[in-house]
């Protein structure tokens, strides 16, 4: 893992590895797959499979999760796989195999549902005035998140990283709390209202990434809020909520949130999710706090090394961000390479035909040699 540290804190720092940071991985032959999560680096996987549903660890949200036997499988799942490039054996915050988006909306009072694969969060905001917004010690979520956190820690013995929660955003946060629809209204009719909900979860979200921070520190330094690992404070930082609305209100209420925690964050990625959000990467681009952008053309769109997007992608480049991307297979892989510069490029090598390690140490050598300086 320090070796993998190492070049990630220079990949970070904008210094050129010779190729772009890979994150690759391939399931080892002399081991049955346990197919934990839906979210793996490498969906190119045996066809005897073994699926461990780990939503029987934690059935409902009136169950008792069973976190030793769910840490216990992802930490087997992890294990199955051979790592390449910079690709480390990590699991994320999951409540079973469920995806756990904005789990701040949790932490902070909204109504749970469990579905099979995703948590939902019902509003509870009918009036600002009534709605406290602190945080609360006690809330049954937050509990449950640091106890799996720590267990995740304590177990990792060196062989996995746990990553910490998707915290989320405000608007975010706030249209599952308040509602989609009533939000969009509220931005129009009552903007002050929104406004200090937004400044007080800016004040109050460090605190929350503090606790699980802290906890990491007791076995790893550094951070790590999704696939990639930092020196310093990092996450993975976002607005879903931002494909509704205009760039001058992008500006007006998302950008003093990324300004702020730029200021408790050493290592901010942007999530560019889909085409609706690209009206608002120009403004995205001349904030200093955002060290790099994280390209997700989103369900149903080309993908990354379409000639639609590549223009962007240089765009981003130019303007000196950090640039991740996804590649589906080889040929997309190839046009990446070929395209885009491999100083601070990062590529998640997703669908790769190769079986064996020799295969895939040949396509790292591959990859060497085919990067645009």
């Not at 720092?13 to 793996?40: C, T």
């Not at 490498?42 to 949200?61: H, M």
């Not at 560019?272 to 120009?282: N, Q």
């Amino acid at each position: 893992m320090e070796d993998v540290f190492k070049r990630l804190s220079n990949w970070w720092n904008g210094e050129d590895l010779g190729r772009p940071a890979i994150l690759l991985s391939i399931p080892k032959p002399d081991k049955r797959i346990l197919l934990a999560d839906p979210f793996h680096i490498n969906s190119s996987r045996n066809p005897d499979i073994t699926i461990i549903d780990l939503n029987k660890y934690w059935s409902s949200t009136e169950a008792k999760p069973d976190f030793d036997g769910l840490i216990e499988t992802v930490r087997e799942d992890a294990n199955t796989n051979y790592y390449f490039g910079e690709a480390l054996p990590f699991v994320y915050h999951q409540w079973g195999r469920r995806g756990t988006p904005m789990t701040m909306a949790a932490y902070l009072g909204g109504k749970v549902k469990f579905l099979d694969d995703t948590v939902w969060v019902d509003p509870v905001i009918d009036d600002y005035k009534k709605f406290e917004l602190h945080l609360e010690e006690n809330n049954i979520w937050l509990k449950r998140s640091l106890e799996l956190f720590r267990k995740a820690v304590e177990k990792s013995n060196g062989e996995y990283l746990p990553a910490l929660p998707d915290f989320g955003d405000a608007l975010t946060v706030l249209s599952l709390l308040r509602g989609t629809e009533r939000l969009l209204m509220d931005l129009i009719e009552n903007k002050e209202a929104v406004l200090e909900f937004r400044d007080k979860f800016i004040e109050i979200w460090p605190r929350f990434h503090k606790k699980f921070w802290d906890i990491f520190q007791k076995k790893f330094h550094g951070d790590i809020s999704w696939r990639v690992w930092a020196p310093g404070k990092t996450y993975l930082c976002q607005c879903d909520f931002s494909t509704m609305i205009s760039p001058e209100m992008f500006t007006k209420f998302v950008v003093p949130e990324i300004e702020a925690l730029g200021k408790y964050l050493d290592y901010c990625l942007w999530h560019l999710d889909g085409p609706d959000e690209i009206r608002h990467l120009d403004i995205l681009l001349d904030l200093p706090e955002i060290k790099v952008i994280q390209w997700q053309p989103g369900a149903g769109a080309p993908p990354a090394a379409s000639p639609q997007w590549l223009p962007m992608l240089k765009k981003i480049q130019k303007k000196g961000k950090n640039l991740t991307v996804y590649a589906n297979n080889e040929e997309e892989l190839r046009i990446l390479l070929k395209e885009l510069s491999s100083k601070g490029l990062l590529i998640i090598v997703r669908g790769f035909t190769g079986k064996t390690e020799k295969e895939a140490l040949g396509l790292m050598d591959t990859i060497s040699k085919l990067s645009k300086r």
